[in-house]
C-alpha cells in the first residue's frame, strides 16, 4: 500500500514537472516572434487577466493598459491559446482585408458548432454565400414592414412608461423589441417578447449572455488538447452555458420539424424568412445538384446564431445611444429636427427615407464607438507564420483586435469620452484610418447583418424620437458601468431613464 501511494506521488510530480517544462518553452512562443507579452502565471498564462470576475477591473481596461505600456502590439497567452492584440491600424488591414486568405479562420470558440461563426476554410465560405441572400436590398425592404410593426408594439409600450412617469431600464425594454425583430424577420417563432418579457426563450438568452466563465471553461482554455472532449461531455450533461442554449435549440427542432412536415411557413412570406431559407439549403435538391446543403445541425445551430447576434449586440447598441442622448438634450433635438424633416418629405419612415437620416446614423456610429457592444469577438487565427515589420506571428496563434482601445485612442479621436456625432459625418469620416471605427469587424468575416442592425436602429430611434424625449432619472448613472463577461460589454446595472411625451 505504501509503495502505490509512492509511486502515485512520484507519477503526479513527474507529471507536474513535464506540464511545467512545456509551459515554460510555450509561454516564450510569442517572444521569439518578438512580440512583448506581460510575464504570465506558470500554467494558466494570463487567463486570470482576461477572464471576468465581480472583483477586478473591466477586462477592456486590463488590455488597454498593456497596449499603453508595451505598444500597438502585445502578446499573451489565454491559458493555452497564444493571442496577440494588434491596434497597428496599418498591420490591422493587412490582416483583415490585404491578407485575409492567412486569417480566413476565427479561432476555435464553441468545439463541434456548426454556427457560421465557427466554421472554418471552404466550408465557412460555403455556408456563408447561403446566408448572406437573407440581408440583400431586396429582402431587406421586404422585412421592413414586421420591423416598423415590432416598433410600433414597442411605441405603444413607451406611451405607457411617459403617462405613468416611471423610471424603467431601458436595455431591457430594448432587448425585448430586438428578439421580437429578429424573431419576425428571421425564424418566425411568435415569441412577442415586449408585451411577454419573461418568455422562455429571451430567459435563457439573458442567462446565456449574463453568464461568468464557468471553472470548465477555464479548463477548456487552460489544456487546449481537452476543448473538443469537454465541450463535447458537457453538451451531452446539458451542463453550464449548454444547459440555456439547450432550451432554445429544442425550440428550433421543434419549429424546423413542423414546417418540415408542412412544407412551408404556414402563412409567412418564404422569400423574407431566413429560418425557411436555411432548410431550403438542407433539402434533397440540393444535395442532387451538386450544390451545398445543410445538416440538420446547421440549420439548428444557424438559427440560433440568428437569434443571438440579433437579440443581445443591437438592444446593446440603442441602450447606449438612448443613454448619450439624454445625457446631451441638445443632440437629441438635433436629431428629432432631421428625422421631422425626413419624415414630412418622404411621407413616413420608409426603407428610403432611413438612408437620409445622416446625422442620426452618426450619433448611432458615435455612440457605438464610445460603447462598442462587441469587444472581443473580432479575432483571426493565423494559419501560416507571418510576418510584419519586426513581428512574427507563429502559425495557430490568435490575432485579437482591441476594439474598445482604438475607439478610445485620443490620437484617432481627441477627448474620446466626449459625445461627439459630428465625428462621423461624411466628411469627418474620409479623413480617419479606414480601421479606425470596427464595431462591426471588417474585411471578408465581418458581421453579416450590419444592414440589418443599422436599418433597426434607425428605424427605433426615428420613430421613438417623433413621439419622446429620453430624460435621465435619479437612478441614471454618470458614468455608466460597464461589464464584459466575454465577447460583449454590457451595461453592469442596466440603463435607467424615463420618457417624456413631445
Known amino acids: 500500500m505504501i509503495a502505490t501511494i509512492i509511486l502515485f506521488n512520484a507519477a503526479v510530480f513527474l507529471l507536474s514537472v513535464l506540464v511545467l517544462w512545456k509551459r515554460r518553452k510555450h509561454f516564450k512562443l510569442l517572444e521569439k516572434g518578438g512580440i512583448p507579452t506581460p510575464a504570465p502565471h506558470w500554467l494558466t498564462g494570463h487567463l486570470d487577466d482576461v477572464t471576468y470576475s465581480p472583483e477586478k477591473k473591466c477586462m477592456v481596461q486590463r488590455k488597454h493598459e498593456w497596449l499603453?505600456?508595451?505598444?500597438?502590439?502585445?502578446?499573451?497567452?489565454?491559458?493555452?491559446?497564444?493571442?496577440?492584440?494588434?491596434?497597428?491600424?496599418?498591420?490591422?488591414?493587412?490582416?483583415?482585408?490585404?491578407?485575409?486568405?492567412?486569417?480566413?479562420?476565427?479561432?476555435?470558440?464553441?468545439?463541434?458548432?456548426?454556427?457560421?461563426?465557427?466554421?472554418?476554410?471552404?466550408?465557412?465560405?460555403?455556408?456563408?454565400?447561403?446566408?448572406?441572400?437573407?440581408?440583400?436590398?431586396?429582402?431587406?425592404?421586404?422585412?421592413?414592414?414586421?420591423?416598423?410593426?415590432?416598433?410600433?408594439?414597442?411605441?405603444?409600450?413607451?406611451?405607457?412608461?411617459?403617462?405613468?412617469?416611471?423610471?424603467?431600464?431601458?436595455?431591457?425594454?430594448?432587448?425585448?423589441?430586438?428578439?421580437?425583430?429578429?424573431?419576425?424577420?428571421?425564424?418566425?417563432?411568435?415569441?412577442?417578447?415586449?408585451?411577454?418579457?419573461?418568455?422562455?426563450i429571451l430567459e435563457n438568452f439573458r442567462k446565456l449572455f449574463n453568464r461568468p466563465p464557468s471553472l470548465v471553461t477555464r479548463l477548456m482554455h487552460t489544456f487546449p488538447s481537452l476543448l473538443t472532449l469537454i465541450s463535447a461531455s458537457m453538451r451531452l450533461a446539458g451542463a453550464g452555458v449548454h444547459r440555456q442554449k439547450n432550451v432554445i435549440v429544442e425550440h428550433l427542432r421543434v419549429v424546423v420539424k413542423e414546417r418540415r412536415e408542412r412544407g412551408g411557413q404556414g402563412g409567412v412570406e418564404k422569400s423574407i424568412d431566413a429560418l425557411?431559407?436555411?432548410?431550403?439549403?438542407?433539402?434533397?435538391?440540393?444535395?442532387?445538384?451538386?450544390?451545398?446543403?445543410?445538416?440538420?445541425?446547421?440549420?439548428?445551430?444557424?438559427?440560433?446564431?440568428?437569434?443571438?447576434?440579433?437579440?443581445?449586440?443591437?438592444?446593446?447598441?440603442?441602450?447606449?445611444?438612448?443613454?448619450?442622448?439624454?445625457?446631451?438634450?441638445?443632440?437629441?433635438?438635433?436629431?428629432?429636427?432631421?428625422?421631422?424633416?425626413?419624415?414630412?418629405?418622404?411621407?413616413?419612415?420608409?426603407?428610403?427615407?432611413?438612408?437620409?437620416?445622416?446625422?442620426?446614423?452618426?450619433v448611432a456610429m458615435e455612440a457605438m464607438r464610445i460603447y462598442p457592444p462587441v469587444t472581443g469577438f473580432v479575432l483571426r487565427e493565423t494559419a501560416r507564420e507571418w510576418t510584419y515589420g519586426g513581428y512574427t506571428f507563429p502559425a495557430k496563434s490568435e490575432v485579437e483586435v482591441p476594439v474598445w482601445s482604438i475607439h478610445n485612442d485620443p490620437t484617432l479621436y481627441p477627448e474620446p469620452q466626449v459625445f461627439k456625432p459630428e465625428r462621423f459625418l461624411p466628411e469627418e469620416k474620409k479623413s480617419r484610418h479606414p480601421m479606425s471605427f470596427l464595431a462591426f469587424g471588417t474585411g471578408p468575416r465581418n458581421c453579416l447583418g450590419i444592414r440589418f442592425a443599422m436599418m433597426e436602429i434607425k428605424l427605433t430611434l426615428g420613430t421613438i424620437v417623433q413621439h419622446f424625449r429620453f430624460k435621465t432619472c435619479s437612478r441614471t448613472e454618470v458614468p455608466l458601468p460597464l461589464v464584459t463577461r466575454g465577447a460583449l460589454t454590457h451595461p453592469r446595472d442596466g440603463v435607467w431613464l424615463t420618457l417624456e411625451a413631445r
Request: overall charge negative; glycine content about 4%.
Open 68 to 200: 499603453q505600456k508595451y505598444g500597438n502590439v502585445v502578446g499573451y497567452y489565454n491559458g493555452g491559446f497564444p493571442r496577440i492584440l494588434v491596434a497597428d491600424l496599418d498591420m490591422l488591414r493587412d490582416i483583415l482585408i490585404k491578407d485575409a486568405h492567412n486569417f480566413v479562420n476565427r479561432p476555435v470558440v464553441v468545439s463541434q458548432s456548426k454556427m457560421l461563426v465557427a466554421l472554418r476554410d471552404q466550408h465557412w465560405k460555403d455556408v456563408r454565400k447561403i446566408m448572406s441572400p437573407v440581408f440583400s436590398t431586396a429582402k431587406m425592404k421586404k422585412m421592413m414592414p414586421l420591423m416598423s410593426g415590432c416598433v410600433e408594439v414597442l411605441l405603444q409600450k413607451c406611451h405607457q412608461l411617459a403617462s405613468s412617469g416611471q423610471e424603467f431600464d431601458i436595455y431591457v425594454t430594448l432587448q425585448c423589441l430586438t428578439m421580437d425583430v429578429i424573431d419576425r424577420c428571421a425564424i418566425t417563432l411568435g415569441l412577442q417578447c415586449i408585451n411577454n418579457p419573461e418568455n422562455e
Open 276 to 362: 425557411q431559407m436555411l432548410i431550403d439549403a438542407s433539402c434533397n435538391e440540393q444535395q442532387d445538384s451538386g450544390k451545398t446543403a445543410l445538416s440538420e445541425q446547421e440549420v439548428v445551430d444557424n438559427a440560433f446564431l440568428f437569434l443571438a447576434a440579433g437579440f443581445e449586440t443591437t438592444s446593446n447598441a440603442l441602450a447606449y445611444v438612448a443613454y448619450l442622448l439624454a445625457l446631451h438634450p441638445d443632440v437629441q433635438e438635433q436629431v428629432f429636427e432631421e428625422v421631422s424633416q425626413v419624415v414630412q418629405a418622404e411621407g413616413g419612415l420608409t426603407y428610403e427615407a432611413l438612408a437620409k437620416l445622416v446625422y442620426t446614423e452618426a
